[in-house]
């Protein structure tokens, strides 16, 4: 089987990943990490400064980890498939269910250490450029290093190599994406990213709007109810029913419908007409695919969150192998779908799996396309794989010749889900799926 060097961009969870299986496939990765360290957006930064003067986000790259984040799926069901997620033991860890953001990181940087992949990763190197070789198949990657120049300052001085293959694991949650609010431009309050939240002490005493439902948006409300004066949270559609309304119902928290619009004497107006005097607008609306260092000549673009065109979320149709995206996907089980996605790139670039002729793959994305717009779906939840998430899961896996996912981590998965949505106070210290733990711990026990 042919080997391939292969630029992997970020060595997050899922650029260690695909890192593993390339390399477990007999080919070359050479892992591209812009930070001081691996772990990606599971590192824990403080944007201090940089916050105050880019409250929005739009200039900071940083991870987007706010100081009392915790998972929001147990760890049981949240690790590698092959690489439990299980509390080491004497470490000093965090051996809760749904541990702090610590705890995760602490699993990565293991992950690495067993594997032997810090040796394969380039700290402080930021990727600047992926462009076709015109030379060959291959591709130029153009990157700057941090180096230490005289007097201890740093300089950075860009290089280029030329590869058989890139692997894009740079992940979606640097570039925010922020509501379009009417009359916002004239609202004389604060705006704010959860980009660049990480503790609620400045928010003492103010009257806060929080953007957005998801689990961001959930976790910082109740993160700074103790210390605002009042918390408002808009949210695209109320709530289904009545006792999710009153399992959220704090003292000083209130759910609105979306904003209307925001007014010029610092009013904000929800479209059932209510309104509040507020200090704070906090957009907890997600991110925006973004791949700065790809050229035009590639030929991926990004269309109101879509990135395409793409043949299953991974290999664009015309490039591929030679190029693919792992770890685009939303609302799944991102660490073991990683490790599927790794599998299947590193099966295909060596020949052992098999990829349809490009024309077939661009039938299959012209498809996928119009069956979306035929269900209403909007273009930005394209990859938002939602109820189609063990479908997609099962179709890679069975692509890889892997058995897939285990029944009881898929059923752990839907519990915290429904979890989530009626204990949104507390679904991560009360659950109901105890059940699964002797299975789960049983199938991880074979692993140690």
């Not at 058989?164 to 609202?187: F, K, L, Q, Y």
Request: net charge negative; charged share 25%; with cysteine.
């Amino acid at each position: 089987m042919p080997s391939r060097r292969v630029a992997v961009i970020g060595a997050g969870a899922a650029g260690l990943m695909a890192a593993r299986e390339l390399q477990r496939e007999g080919h070359t990765p050479v892992v591209f990490e812009r930070d001081t360290a691996v772990g990606g957006n599971w590192r824990y930064e403080d944007p201090k400064a940089s916050a105050e003067d880019d409250p929005l986000g739009t200039r900071c790259v940083h991870s987007s980890l706010y100081a009392s984040l915790r998972t929001n799926v147990p760890r049981e069901c949240m690790g590698f498939l092959d690489f439990p997620f299980v509390p080491a033991e004497g470490s000093g860890g965090d051996p809760r269910r749904f541990p702090g953001h610590e705890e995760v990181l602490r699993y990565l940087e293991a992950f690495a250490r067993r594997f032997n992949l810090y040796e394969l990763v380039r700290l402080d190197t930021e990727v600047v450029g992926v462009r076709k070789n015109d030379a060959s198949t291959g591709w130029k990657v153009s990157y700057c290093s941090r180096k230490l120049a005289g007097a201890g300052n740093e300089e950075r001085e860009e290089e280029e190599e030329v590869f058989d293959a890139v692997a894009v694991c740079s992940g979606h949650s640097t570039e925010p994406r922020v509501a379009d609010i009417a009359g916002i431009d004239s609202w004389p309050g604060k705006q704010m990213h959860s980009h660049n939240y990480r503790v609620p002490d400045p928010f003492h005493g103010q009257v806060v709007v929080v953007v957005g439902y998801a689990p961001s948006g959930v976790d910082i409300s109740r993160d700074i109810v103790g210390v605002a004066k009042e918390v408002h949270v808009a949210r695209r559609s109320p709530p289904p029913t009545s006792s999710e309304m009153e399992s959220t119902a704090l003292p000083n928290l209130w759910l609105h419908p979306i904003i209307e619009r925001a007014e010029e004497d610092g009013s904000v107006v929800f479209q059932d007409g209510n309104r509040v005097k507020a200090d704070v607008i906090l957009h907890c609306t997600g991110y925006k695919y973004n791949f700065p260092f790809l050229s035009d000549d590639v030929g991926i673009f990004v269309d109101d969150n879509r990135v395409g065109p793409l043949y299953k979320h991974v290999f664009p149709p015309l490039l591929a192998p030679h190029i693919s995206f792992i770890g685009l996907f939303l609302k799944a089980l991102f660490f073991p779908l990683f490790q599927l996605q790794s599998n299947w790139v590193a099966g295909v670039l060596s020949g052992r799996i098999d990829l349809p002729s490009p024309e077939e793959m661009m039938e299959d994305v012209a498809a996928f396309y119009s069956e979306l717009e035929a269900r209403g779906c909007p273009k930005r939840y394209t990859h938002n794989l939602g109820a189609c998430t063990y479908e997609y899961e099962d179709w890679v896996a069975k692509k890889c010749g892997h058995k897939g996912f285990e029944g009881w981590r898929k059923e752990m998965f839907v519990a915290a889900l429904k979890n989530f949505a009626h204990r949104p106070e507390n679904y991560r210290n009360e659950w109901d799926d105890g059940h699964l733990l002797p299975q789960a711990h049983r199938d991880s026990a074979k692993y140690f």
